[in-house]
């Protein structure tokens, strides 16, 4: 965690130099690009520029460990509860059945492992520019990006707020986690069966959610205070005006963008299968 108690890591990368409305405009059309496909070929550079960009930004991996894990198991079990409950959903994409894997009840087929591997693809694509954004960007910037695509002033501010304190709030929980367990109320299966476990794991819980409420209770009566939310419109410390790069990458996304709806309306309109 930094000094500002935010997920964001300082550097000079080409990320970090963009606008938060650009990073924004950039992360929604690679969304859109993302979830109009179901064809391997668009995914696999997709995923190779967000992996080199992701590179060159230069974030410590031990600060996104946890995103990066997380996507990974959700990846991993998404395509196991696939392939164990429609083994053979491809078919339905493709018109064909080539068996592989006997299951017993059913068999899973070559058409259904390549389905899994495209979905796959699908959601490990978004990984990187989702890092991107939320490591490259600081709080205070992305909520006045927020503010300046229309968004109100106070939904943006009440983002930037969540943003800073996702931190401190992790840091609060393992310390309330390592305090627990060493009276002996840990959360491993050495700690007892599983309801004993969970009792153990709300007794650190609770806690926590209790500070967070105190925190936000503080934070809401010192913004009232200083007559935050009195105004319609505010300015922000962070606020810049976009330089000539900025309006190059937000046009560059666009353009990618209206090319990715050609691309679908005109040519990959399917699942893309190469062996049918």
Request: with cysteine; charged share 15%; hydrophobic share 50%.
């Amino acid at each position: 965690m930094n000094r500002t108690g935010s997920l964001y890591v300082t550097g000079n990368s080409l990320f970090h130099r963009l606008d938060g409305a650009v990073k924004l405009v950039l992360f929604m059309a690679w969304t859109v690009m993302t979830y109009m496909f179901l064809d391997l070929r668009v995914f696999v550079p997709m995923l190779i520029v967000g992996i080199a960009l992701l590179v060159t930004a230069g974030i410590p991996f031990k600060r996104m460990a946890f995103l990066f894990w997380l996507m990974i198991i959700f990846t991993v079990l998404n395509g196991i509860f696939i392939l164990l409950i429609t083994p053979t959903f491809g078919t339905r994409l493709t018109g064909t059945d080539t068996p592989v894997i006997p299951l017993g009840y059913n068999t899973i087929n070559a058409e259904t492992l390549f389905y899994v591997l495209t979905l796959s693809a699908k959601y490990l694509t978004l990984l990187p520019i989702t890092i991107l954004c939320i490591f490259t960007t600081q709080p205070s910037e992305f909520a006045c990006s927020l503010n300046r695509i229309g968004i109100p002033y106070k939904i943006a501010y009440a983002v930037s707020i969540a943003l800073r304190y996702i931190p401190d709030l992790t840091e609060e929980f393992r310390s309330t986690l390592n305090s627990m367990q060493a009276r002996g109320m840990g959360i491993s299966k050495e700690d007892g069966s599983i309801m004993q476990r969970l009792r153990n794991l709300a007794a650190v819980v609770v806690p926590v959610l209790q500070s967070a409420l105190h925190r936000i209770d503080s934070v809401t009566n010192a913004m009232e205070l200083r007559g935050f939310g009195t105004q319609k419109r505010r300015t922000w410390y962070s606020g810049k005006d976009m330089k000539s790069l900025d309006w190059t990458i937000a046009v560059l996304g666009v353009v990618l963008l209206g090319a990715g709806i050609w691309l679908k309306v005109n040519v990959l309109r399917n699942f893309w299968y190469p062996f049918s």
